[in-house]
Nanobody
C-alpha cells in the first residue's frame, strides 16, 4: 500500500532553516509528481510546492517563493523541502502528498514551529 513518512520538523528560530524529507513506498515513485502541503492551527491545508516525476518542473505557492526549494531523489524514493528564511507564519504541520491512481495519499505530517 502507499505509504508516505515525513521527517525533519522541529523548533527553529525566525530566519532559520529546516530540511524536511518524505520517504515514499508502495508505488513507482519515479512515475508520479509529489507535493508538500501545510496546515497551520485553525486554518485549511494549503499547497506549498509540487515537483514533477523527474524533478524537472517545480511550482511554488507565492508565500514561499525564493525561500523554499522542493527536490527529489528517485533512487531513494524521497522528496525534500528545503526551507530557508523561516518566519513565524510558516509554523504548521507539513504533509507529503501523492495522487496515485486518482486518489490522494498523505503522510501523518511533521510539525514545524518557528519561534524565538
Amino acid at each position: 500500500q502507499v505509504q508516505l513518512v515525513e521527517s525533519g520538523g522541529g523548533l527553529v528560530q525566525p530566519g532559520g532553516s529546516l530540511r524536511l524529507s518524505c520517504a515514499a513506498s508502495g508505488f513507482t515513485f519515479s512515475d508520479y509528481a509529489m507535493s508538500w502541503y501545510r496546515q497551520a492551527p485553525g486554518k485549511e491545508r494549503e499547497l506549498v510546492a509540487t515537483i514533477s516525476s523527474r524533478g524537472s518542473i517545480t511550482n511554488y505557492a507565492n508565500f514561499v517563493k525564493g525561500r523554499f526549494t522542493i527536490s527529489r531523489d528517485n533512487a531513494k524514493n524521497t522528496v525534500y523541502l528545503q526551507m530557508n528564511s523561516l518566519e513565524p507564519e510558516d509554523t504548521a504541520v507539513y504533509f507529503c502528498n501523492v495522487r496515485w491512481r486518482l486518489v490522494d495519499y498523505w503522510g501523518k505530517g511533521t510539525l514545524v514551529t518557528v519561534s524565538s
